[in-house]
């Protein structure tokens, strides 16, 4: 196989967009196994249609517009939005019992080690949202109460920096429409992902390495104070896929009570990973996968832990299937 060969010449052009476009698929569906059906299709698409590419828009540019209406076509045969448990509904009273109901698609975190392959463009005069800001869990958990054409169009527009001509002839609309929906959009978008609050900085400095240093004795030697310290008063804790939900220290530290009463001190073990540009651990019970924990820190304080009980992500970060026993 030669660079003269169609498909090689397909691969080569189109693999440097796989990332980004998988980042496109997972803000707009707000899951990472649908991210990649969606990318697989795309390339699919692309790939039977390479031939007719005429280079009147980039690559890139026709990638996401195949990637794009893929996903809205694909939105279009859900019943629910992927959310988080604090938007589904009041907190369920009690604790958790039993098994999970399955039947709710709950979002997915995203691993940072995808991210990284992602390149962050220079801001443009259309740019609202930057690389750290528009991958947060908070972020991408807002914008799956849009409608899905308003989410495409904030996503091309706000986020990947499209002019509103260029989203519209996305779309197949005109511009004014595309501002109308922006202008929806943005509203519900501040209403749930207000301005100003975003989670701190990526890179973490001392003092949040010492937080989150915390974070892990606190659960480790079961310390139910020293954990209570580490949350701001209005901190909300979710665990997925259980609905229940949990927002302020008391509350949250009922659940903590209860969960260190089920499991043997010494049980647990932490590996640091990232996911979606915020601080995150792969819990560990008894050396098997448990959970890949979330959290948003703002003001030196966890506002937010989400601990997502799906172990099927471990391999999607990349974490070992088993840990070995701590030695006595």
Excluded: K
């Excluded at 590419?53 to 992927?82: D, K, M, P, V, Y």
């Excluded at 989203?167 to 207000?194: G, K």
């Amino acid at each position: 196989m030669t660079d003269a060969d169609p498909d090689a010449v397909f691969q080569r052009l189109v693999e440097p967009h796989r990332r980004e476009i998988h980042l496109h698929c997972y803000r707009m569906l707000g899951s990472l196994d649908d991210a990649e059906d969606l990318v697989q299709e795309t390339y699919l698409r692309a790939w039977r249609a390479f031939d007719r590419f005429e280079g009147r828009a980039s690559l890139r540019t026709w990638l996401h517009r195949i990637a794009t209406n893929a996903c809205l076509n694909a939105l279009a045969s859900r019943r629910a939005a992927r959310v988080l448990p604090e938007a589904y509904g009041p907190p369920p009273p009690g604790m958790p019992e039993g098994a999970p109901a399955t039947e709710v698609p709950w979002l997915d975190p995203y691993p940072d080690s995808a991210l990284d392959e992602v390149a962050d463009a220079a801001p443009g005069p259309d740019a609202r949202y930057e690389m750290h800001e528009s991958v947060q869990l908070a972020f991408v958990a807002a914008i799956q109460h849009l409608p899905p054409r308003q989410r495409a169009a904030l996503l091309l527009h706000d986020v990947l920096r499209w002019s509103a001509s260029e989203t519209a002839a996305l779309l197949d609309t005109s511009a004014a429409s595309v501002n109308s929906a922006l202008q929806r959009a943005r509203a519900t978008l501040e209403r749930r992902f207000p301005a100003g609050q975003p989670a701190e900085r990526p890179a973490p400095d001392e003092r949040q390495r010492a937080l989150l240093d915390r974070y892990v004795r606190a659960w480790e030697e079961s310390d139910l104070d020293g954990f209570l310290a580490l949350l701001r008063e209005d901190a909300v804790m979710s665990m997925p896929p259980w609905p229940h939900w949990y927002r302020g220290r008391e509350a949250i530290g009922e659940l903590f009570t209860w969960v260190h009463a089920r499991h043997a001190a010494g049980s647990y073990a932490f590996v640091p990973t990232a996911a979606n540009r915020q601080p995150a651990f792969a819990m560990y019970l008894s050396g098997r996968p448990h959970d890949i924990t979330v959290l948003t820190v703002r003001d030196g304080a966890v506002a937010a832990i989400v601990a997502f009980l799906d172990t099927r992500l471990f391999a999607s970060f990349g974490l070992p299937a088993e840990l070995a026993a701590p030695a006595r």
